[in-house]
């Protein structure tokens, strides 16, 4: 069937990623009192050149080391960022390799206090623990020597390789996080979509059957979106992929100069991916009515799941953030009639404009989106200034801007996503069957003309849409999801995530949503017996009076 | 202190009620197969004049009862809605009160199948429960039969009383469920806030102290709303209570003119509340950062529990379009220049003026909500007659414009909110103290520029708002930010709620967060012994090579 051939996978891109879960973290950043800020770690790693070893500790409650996974009941090694001491001097953080338990016993060594952080709202299987040091000492060649180092008698040597190199490592993990948001609301949107062809509700008109809630327009515009937006991220996912190989390929030769464009790249996808697949997941959740609240439907898990990578490797507000720093360097060097990389190539364009024609296509929608984050970056820069003038340290106005630069960002991120997405769409289906092509392009339409009505304020402001123009723009949007509707679940069948992968009963390629649910319930303990315990201990007792 | 008087306590008006978890409900309406559409409930309830008993059935697996509180493993009575058939004829639903377990065992009765429904996001305590008949018979006295009434020989005698009456009790519940949005987002905005006062992270400025991170423009941002948004839902759900009172009283009379209004207006609270209530504690948990992803902040718990109510008893976008009808009505009454009940008035004002004249003045952004409530309105009005005019029926063309009637109806309710909210403050800050006054102002015109600044597509296409003006509103937002500030914490602390019941390790009032946390570890069972016997299970075998 064609259907087969839909979804990211006629792009010949692979869906599924190895899933993060699978893979052990024993990195122990983090502290307590310290996740963003690693300059703020208190844990020490003080060098005694007398032994050649160095002597962690943890000097109050907030140095403890807090959420590392796999390290609460599992990990015998980890990898501890610590502040590094050696004659006297304190040189920031280093990586240490550090036993942490009996490699027969698996008890935590001397010096060494380590567990599990208690229950979360999910990960449970993780086991993130918790690790503390009582002036524990280790060897100096466990100082991960790679880059910086320190001699035997002390002596610190600077790291030959440029700092910014250990940033390589965040920014892959970033990419891949952008391919898990992708993935999971693909799931999501799976369940929430054959759940919605299957459940009938309703007789809107008298004497016809009650139709499928797929059928409802509000259902289309809660569900639709979110296969576009799985379709979106995985391409833009892919597309961060190849900016992170060719900057890599360049670092390697020594050019660091693109690092600061994939850094704002990374920082803003990272963020904005995860929040819109935990966004989009509970609004599928949401799709399913009650039976979505049942953790058999799995909604509930892969929402919890993905809405915590909206604040792990990185914040969302403080990666829109550095996003941000780069915007308003960039949009400086546009007024200063620079070159610009690649992304923020737009800036110049805006300097020149006023507002942006508006025609209602989708290179129309992408340029207003253009406008529009350019605008923003441009009134936080505006901003910035006016604070200045008025006696403001930098710092301050900075301070004071950062809920705009923060929709800035988000702004130039968005547009971002829209411009990789549709052009990557025209690229993958050029050679593609007639009717791919027309199923693609409507589902990345629809996901253009979405934002632009999220976004009606800005365009009012930075282009020339009429109001009638934005009646068009929303009865486009309402046609599109008339399209798409009869290509609904094939296109999240093409998504092709088996049963085992999904785990709903609600979302099974079977479509026996009743029939699981009822079959779900004889899996609970609680309906082990007919009767429990407990009418015996508590219920009884209460209605005799007795309690 | 003068804080120990502020927030909604101020206004005289306790902010706990008696929560719905506290009150078992055995009512079993919905069905697998049914929720929202009660007409479509499958149950049978038929009437057998030979032995004068009802037989209870459930035909389908759809049939099954579905959803009742305390109904798995508790309750031994319940009442169940059934569609009831006497002489050959069915009369839709109608109640009955049921036993179902035999009150010395606790054994289900013959012809009853009754269970626990399994795991939930939330409300894992209630026991919610499934319940199928098989030719289950109950006596004829057990049909509730206070209005409605089968006699002996299966005579059917219609209810003397209007059939809207069964509503007052879904009513009631609503206006509970808009006190609950509030107390919610009461306890996790106190959280936050509070977790904010202690956490400092990252150095703006170099050579100063880590800042607490309220003092981040971000954080309030994220935050302060959500104070205001409690003020406002207690206040909103105190005047919905009076309306109902008024109501119920004008009922009792038998005049049931005002009942519309109060179903639309609680449909749309309750929608409203619940939604803005679930999305704002979810915001208060990502400003905690990782610490709010542990069960013990408590968040995650408040999280499930509300964003349960955003769908039972109504689900937003149904409730919303149930407001929708009476708005579409109420515009045609309008455009007919008939005389509006209370809530709607606003619609003859707006199809008098064109746009909205803008001062930025709290009126100004509650007028400006009015006309932009009116406008979208109207666009529902025009574009269901466009599409009734190329040739669609009614309820075609009415389905067509759902996405657009929803907002429109979402639009409705936030004027309703902001213009309650102002109005009260106004009213009940007449007499206190000049400080009182200043803070509660400020808080109740934070909410409304709040929700200019996300409706500005829509301030710029119905009223003269300029770009300027934009500007200022976006200026007066972060002075507001900075103005609420230093009163913050007393807000928060103003709301009065016991640890005992924040029940959270960020939030408590003597602000030992990392304490808390710390001890927390030594609840789990995780931690019980140093090594777990998983190690020697699994862990031991695995590095062996064994497993």
């Not at 259907?3 to 010949?12: I, M, N, S, T």
């Not at 310290?34 to 300059?39: A, E, K, M, N, P």
Request: glycine share 6%.
């Amino acid at each position: 069937m064609e259907w087969k051939v839909l979804g990211p996978r006629c792009y010949g891109i692979p869906l599924r990623r190895t899933s993060r879960r699978s893979r052990p973290s024993f990195c122990t950043w983090t502290e307590l009192g310290h996740g963003t800020f690693i300059r703020g770690l208190e844990t020490t790693a003080t060098y005694d050149p007398e032994t050649e070893e160095f002597v962690l500790h943890s000097p109050t409650l907030t140095s403890y080391k807090w959420w590392a996974g796999g390290l609460g009941k599992t990990a015998n090694h980890c990898v501890v960022l610590a502040q590094m001491s050696t004659k006297g001097k304190c040189y920031g953080i280093h990586p240490f390799i550090v036993q942490i338990r009996d490699l027969e016993t698996h008890m935590p060594l001397p010096g060494i206090k380590v567990g599990e952080l208690g229950p979360r709202m999910g990960y449970n299987t993780a086991d993130n623990g918790f690790l503390a040091f009582d002036h524990h000492r280790i060897p100096r060649q466990h100082m991960l020597m790679k880059n910086a180092q320190v001699e035997k008698d002390g002596t610190y040597v600077k790291a030959a390789r440029h700092e910014k190199l250990t940033y390589g490592t965040m920014v892959f993990v970033r990419v891949t996080l952008v391919h898990d948001a992708a993935f999971n609301l693909a799931k999501a949107v799976t369940i929430a979509v054959r759940y919605s062809a299957v459940r009938r509700q309703s007789q809107p008109k008298p004497d016809e059957p009650e139709p499928q809630i797929l059928d409802y327009p509000t259902q289309q515009h809660k569900l639709f979106i979110h296969i576009a937006t799985s379709h979106a991220l995985v391409l833009t996912g892919e597309w961060l992929w190849r900016t992170f190989t060719a900057v890599l390929a360049d670092m390697k030769k020594g050019n660091v100069n693109n690092l600061p464009e994939l850094h704002a790249l990374s920082s803003c996808l990272k963020a904005v991916s995860t929040s819109d697949s935990a966004l989009g997941i509970e609004e599928c959740r949401y799709a399913c009515g009650g039976h979505g609240y049942m953790m058999s439907s799995n909604l509930p898990s892969i929402y919890s799941y993905v809405v915590a990578t909206r604040i792990y490797e990185g914040d969302y507000t403080v990666l829109l953030l550095q996003t941000a720093r780069f915007l308003v360097k960039a949009w400086e060097q546009a007024q200063a009639g620079k070159q610009l990389t690649p992304t923020v190539a737009y800036f110049s364009q805006a300097l020149k404009n006023g507002k942006e024609t508006w025609d209602g296509s989708a290179e129309s929608i992408i340029k207003s989106f253009q406008r529009i984050a350019a605008g923003k970056v441009s009134a936080c820069v505006n901003n910035i200034k006016e604070h200045i003038k008025s006696g403001m340290s930098y710092e301050d106005a900075w301070l004071k801007t950062t809920v705009q630069l923060v929709a800035a960002a988000e702004a130039h991120c968005r547009t971002l996503i829209c411009s990789v997405y549709w052009e990557e769409v025209t690229r993958l289906t050029a050679s593609s069957s007639p009717n791919v092509k027309i199923v693609m392009t409507q589902l990345s339409m629809i996901y253009l003309v979405y934002w632009a009505l999220r976004m009606t304020g800005d365009l009012l402001r930075y282009t020339s849409i009429s109001e009638k123009d934005l009646d068009d723009l929303q009865r486009k949007y309402e046609e599109l999801l008339t399209l798409i509707r009869p290509n609904a679940v094939g296109l999240v069948d093409a998504f092709d995530i088996r049963d085992e992968i999904l785990r709903s009963s609600l979302g099974s390629y079977d479509g026996r949503v009743y029939e699981r649910l009822v079959e779900e319930t004889t899996r609970t303990p609680l309906n082990a017996e007919p009767v429990n315990q407990s009418f015996h201990t508590y219920l009884k007792p209460l209605m005799q009076g007795k309690l």
